[in-house]
């Protein structure tokens, strides 16, 4: 058998090739691929040989040009750091969802795209623990699914972990081969199933699978060590809300309950009726008009004004900037202390008017 | 320099126009001077042409020429000065071909020779300054003058112009009518006697509207004549990984002989602006290094051009300063185009652009395609007609809108966004010219599958859209103005006014013009075309659709 010189040299380059560092990156996808009728994975390479070096549980925010208007949204990298010549990312169909359906209409194995990051404090590196129980439900599954493989990668037999997932249906499992592998191969990870729509076929049989939702019996029964584990939980907002309300009740010691709190975020839209209303929106000599559903980035952005955006998820921090007057309503305040936010500190891609504001950058 | 032809012209309390060191469009003074005064000695040749015709003299390099150099005053297609005084001295030197067959014409039948109006007896000085002396008498708004007479005047220049040019890209595809290019120099001829007869200019105004009809006929089969009948096609307007070359402008027909020589070069093409259209035209589509659309109109080209890692060719309009974004390497000029120190192309070979595309990176990278389906030119629209016909009767369409015309990068223009937005989605959006680029590449669904939103082509289409008018008008039985049709209109240069005037000498009423009105519209004349035609300056988005669909 012989190898070709091109080959044995492609190879190399990836062996030798640098760490990712933290800036905007072309990302080329290599395979697209359906993990449920209505998810698929993405998996990317970049443009030249690198290893992607992250924190188990991050994100990545990617720049897209749809139809004249510059867009960004961020996804879980639900590949793990221990795999480091690719990068996959998973995405669900979502009504209205502009850029995700995009993305799933559209991109295909050859194509390239931006990317910015990574991002994100919910990670396994920000977050240490020596036990998890992971919970999450649906999309979800992305960060549980890249903090598994690593740790399960790394630590082997060592790995401790608890993963308790919520799907609607059997086949709304994300990656449910996969974890059933995982469990199959990993003495240390235990996988439970709950489905909400459908009573668990044979096929699940390996996996400890139950009908219904996370309640306290599930629970007891699936994690009976619970009281002792660091939980990580990520999903839909209302999944979040039921988690965070059943581990309260339970007596859990909240300081070992940590939730991602991008992406699954439901749009803030109190009532559909307030989308008419137009507040104006100033900076120093400056002013715009802003609909109640724009952030104060996209405000900030249309003026031109200097600001810098990382993440655009309210996880980074980077676009934090003082309301002198008016109200904002914010879907996220991380990285603002107490100090900041008493004096009116905010997050630009992240706030929402409630009236005429004006701002400090 | 006296220039108020474009939108962007300045506008002051103390008056509109252009008339510094330099126009809003970037032109030097001496520019526009010497293109007034090339417009003038065309003024000349096309009085002789037209007194010589009953002679049954007709000089076709004459007919060709006048409009074509005429083209090249028209905005945003030449800038350099040295061309313009060649063609200046072409068109003396076909004027005096044409004087002394007159002269002797005349004295072989004992007719007595004309007074002519000083266009035709003007001697082109030699050099630069004096040319530039001689432009003083030139100018536009030349003489003492009622600021009415001179915006009908005006009205008529800049409509002839836009005339011209498509009489220029339909010639280009073997189109030349005798009958066309006789009315033109007719016209173009009674421009140079300065005239004060506000009856017989606005006449005029509506005769060049007629002709350019026929122009855009002509064009029309000129253009089916050449590369068949568009066909609704999907088109990439993101870059695929490759060498590439960038063709902007309206000449589909030098888009076909880059096609042919770049064939098997691995250089991928792709159209600009108002060449999008050609990627719906069998004879073009069926290059599979065609790969799409890059870019959106022309006020953008600076950053577009700049990011394009290729060559790039231009047509014809709009051509604005290549030093700005640092191409002017790699940017070439065709026809009547012009840039001082930018490499200009005669003749049918493009080697010296596939040269420099191949010697440029081109793009590394496949972007996400983004497609989207144009070519509902008038072959399309009328095989549509039945399902669209259809539609109307069971209610499921209740109004059709044409929003179309010239981009331009004033942010008012945000209102045909808006505008098309707006629009309820029971109606159809027809469009055409590069105004398009304001909301053709966002979704609109369509309506019991016929799309909502139809790309009929270039400007010059409107042709295309004038037959979908009339066919529908049989149909339903009624007069073009009685239809559920609305045109709302932006305008930018010469072209769009000529086509405006189209609209008007064929009746066509209650048209909205945006985002302003042309600066060489005095308030008395904006009030008569709204009199007579119902013609308007849009509102807001709200009132204007209140107002169309209230009325409907």
């Known amino acids: 058998m012989t190898i070709s010189a091109q080959a044995l040299n492609a190879a190399t380059a990836h062996f030798m090739a640098k760490d990712w560092q933290a800036e905007p990156l072309r990302l080329i996808c290599t395979a697209r691929w359906m993990e449920t009728p209505d998810v698929v994975s993405f998996r990317f390479r970049a443009a030249e040989p690198l290893k992607f070096r992250f924190k188990p549980g991050q994100f990545i925010t990617f720049q897209l040009e749809i139809g004249g208007e510059i867009l960004h949204r961020s996804y879980t990298i639900s590949s793990s750091p221990s795999r480091p010549h690719s990068l996959m990312v998973t995405i669900k169909r979502v009504s209205g969802g502009k850029v995700s359906n995009y993305l799933l209409d559209n991109l295909q194995p050859g194509h390239s795209l931006l990317a910015m990051g990574p991002f994100g404090e919910f990670n396994l590196i920000d977050i240490p623990a020596a036990r998890y129980l992971f919970l999450s439900a649906g999309c979800g599954i992305t960060p549980m699914y890249s903090m598994s493989r690593y740790l399960t990668d790394t630590l082997g037999p060592e790995a401790d972990i608890c993963f308790i997932h919520s799907a609607k249906t059997q086949q709304d499992v994300i990656y449910r081969d996969s974890l059933q592998a995982m469990a199959n191969h990993h003495d240390g990870f235990a996988l439970g199933l709950l489905l909400q729509h459908e009573a668990p076929s044979r096929l699940l049989a390996d996996a400890r699978c139950y009908q219904g939702y996370l309640d306290e019996s599930v629970l007891r029964q699936l994690a009976p060590d619970f009281y002792e584990r660091t939980v990580y939980v990520c999903g839909p907002e209302r999944f979040m809300v039921a988690c965070k309300k059943l581990f309260e009740s339970l007596g859990f010691d909240m300081d070992h309950y940590h939730q991602e709190s991008f992406g699954m975020v439901m749009p803030m839209h109190p009532n559909n009726t307030a989308t008419n209303a137009f507040y104006s929106l100033r900076v120093a000599e400056q002013s715009t008009q802003l609909r109640a559903e724009q952030t104060l980035l996209e405000g900030i952005e249309a003026m031109k004004l200097p600001i810098i955006a990382a993440c655009r998820s309210g996880v980074c921090g980077a676009c934090k900037c003082r309301v002198a007057e008016g109200e904002v309503t914010s879907s996220s305040q991380q990285t603002l202390t107490a100090e900041e936010i008493a004096a009116g500190m905010v997050l630009a891609c992240s706030s929402r008017p409630l009236s005429d504001v004006k701002l400090v950058l | ?552």
């Open chain 2, 1 to 552: 320099m006296f220039c108020i032809q474009c939108e962007q012209t300045i506008r002051t309390p103390a008056g509109n126009g252009c008339s510094y060191s330099q126009g809003m469009c970037g032109k030097l003074a001496s520019t526009s001077d010497l293109q007034d005064l090339l417009i003038y000695m065309l003024q000349g040749v096309s009085l002789y042409a037209a007194r010589l015709r009953p002679f049954g003299i007709i000089d076709t390099e004459v007919d060709t020429f006048v409009p074509k150099a005429f083209f090249s005053t028209l905005t945003n297609v030449n800038f350099d000065d040295e061309r313009i005084v060649e063609y200046a001295r072409t068109a003396a030197a076909l004027r005096e071909r044409l004087q002394t067959q007159y002269q002797s014409l005349c004295s072989e039948s004992g007719i007595a020779v004309e007074t002519f109006p000083a266009a035709a007896t003007l001697l082109l000085a030699t050099t630069k300054p004096e040319l530039l002396a001689q432009a003083k008498q030139a100018l536009p708004n030349r003489g003492e003058v009622n600021e009415d007479i001179l915006g009908l005047r005006l009205l008529c220049l800049y409509g002839l112009k836009g005339a011209a040019a498509y009489m220029e890209h339909a010639r280009v595809l073997g189109q030349t009518s005798s009958d066309v290019a006789g009315k033109f120099h007719e016209i173009m001829g009674f421009l140079a006697t300065d005239s004060e007869d506000a009856d017989k200019l606005f006449s005029t105004a509506m005769d060049i509207g007629q002709l350019n009809y026929q122009v855009m006929a002509m064009l029309d089969s000129g253009e089916t004549a050449a590369f068949g009948h568009p066909e609704p096609t999907q088109v990439n307007t993101k870059p695929v990984k490759g060498k590439a070359i960038l063709v902007s402008g309206h000449d589909m027909k030098d888009l076909e002989l880059i096609l042919q020589q770049t064939q098997d070069k691995g250089i991928n093409v792709y159209t600009h602006g108002e060449m999008l259209p050609a990627l719906a035209y069998p004879q073009l589509k069926k290059y599979p290094h065609l790969v799409g659309n890059y870019g959106s109109a022309w006020q953008n080209q600076q950053q577009e051009f700049a990011n394009f890692p290729g060559a790039v060719v231009m047509t014809s309009n709009c051509i604005i300063n290549p030093n700005v974004g640092h191409y002017a390497d790699r940017i070439f000029t065709r026809s009547i185009v012009g840039w001082p120190g930018v490499c200009h192309l005669e003749g049918d070979d493009f080697g010296p652009v596939i040269d420099k595309a191949l010697a440029l990176e081109g793009f590394k990278y496949d972007e996400i395609p983004h497609l989207i389906t144009i070519g509902f030119a008038r072959n399309a629209l009328m095989n549509a007609a039945p399902a669209v016909v259809e539609n109307v009767k069971n209610g499921s369409i209740r109004h059709f809108f044409l929003v179309g015309g010239c981009d331009g990068d004033k942010a008012e223009r945000s209102y045909f966004t808006d505008f098309a937005k707006a629009a309820p989605k029971d109606s159809v959006i027809l469009t055409l010219g590069c105004g398009k680029y304001k909301f053709n590449k966002l979704e609109f669904g369509d309506i019991n599958g016929i799309p909502r939103l139809l790309d009929i082509g270039q400007c010059n289409d409107a042709y295309s859209a004038i037959q979908l008018a009339l066919a529908l008008s049989e149909v339903f039985e009624c007069s073009v103005n009685e239809l559920p049709l609305s045109l709302v209109l932006s305008w930018f240069e010469q072209k769009a006014i000529v086509i405006l005037l189209t609209l008007l000498s064929l009746g066509v009423k209650n048209i909205r013009t945006g985002p302003t009105p042309p600066a060489f519209l005095t308030p008395n004349l904006l009030n008569i075309l709204e009199e007579k035609f119902g013609l308007r300056n849009v509102s807001t988005v709200a009132e204007d659709l209140d107002c169309i669909l209230g009325a409907a």
